[in-house]
């Protein structure tokens, strides 16, 4: 995999699970809290102090890992690919993951601003030399939301300067072969784009 001078680069990320709580949006429209420590068994739902955990572990087991792309305007384009095939939305109602592989210009990018833990504004050259643990930060009525195979659908809820920590790993420099991680031909050259 060759690594080029673009100032544009892919990189993985992975969400801290600790510090993040989702919500399984029932179909009744009460919010049940859970967290990943929270199921110990296959079958829900199961009681855990004040959360309601209704998920079953073994479509939670693995790295959920994403994809995102990185520009040196502070902004960062994300386009997430997830290795459990979740969907992944970001911002207010903006879907900007897409499910099993299937990709659209329309429902795909998103921008915002990641931050060290003490609110600064993150450099790309801050994530390339370190490979650091950033935080992307949620204002009110900002949310996360995961939608996997079942379709339930899973969301974080930001109060206002709510961080969310990611842990980054640099995997490309410049998009030479995309494909390497499961980019779909349409998704290769509308990144290629994207990063000019």
Do not use: C
Request: hydrophobic share 35%; aromatic share 14%.
């Amino acid at each position: 995999m060759g690594i080029s001078n673009s100032r544009s680069f892919l990189a993985k990320i992975k969400f801290d699970d600790a510090d993040i709580v989702f919500f399984d949006k029932h179909p009744f429209g009460k919010n049940y809290e859970f967290r990943k420590s929270h199921i110990t068994t296959s079958h829900g739902p199961e009681k855990s102090g004040d959360a309601l955990a209704s998920y079953s572990p073994a479509r939670w087991d693995g790295p959920d890992y994403a994809y995102f792309i990185g520009h040196d305007d502070y902004t960062y384009k994300i386009q997430f690919r997830s290795g459990t095939n979740h969907a992944l939305y970001l911002g207010a109602g903006v879907k900007i993951g897409y499910p099993l592989g299937a990709f659209t210009e329309s429902n795909t990018t998103g921008s915002f601003a990641l931050f060290d833990a003490n609110l600064n504004v993150v450099t790309l050259d801050d994530i390339t030399t370190n490979n650091a643990s950033v935080y992307l930060k949620l204002n009110q009525g900002d949310f996360i939301k995961r939608q996997v195979l079942d379709d339930k659908v899973y969301t974080f809820s930001g109060q206002q300067g709510t961080l969310v920590k990611l842990n980054i790993e640099i995997v490309e420099r410049g998009f030479d072969d995309l494909a390497n991680y499961g980019f779909s031909r349409s998704a290769q050259q509308f990144l290629r784009l994207d990063s000019n």
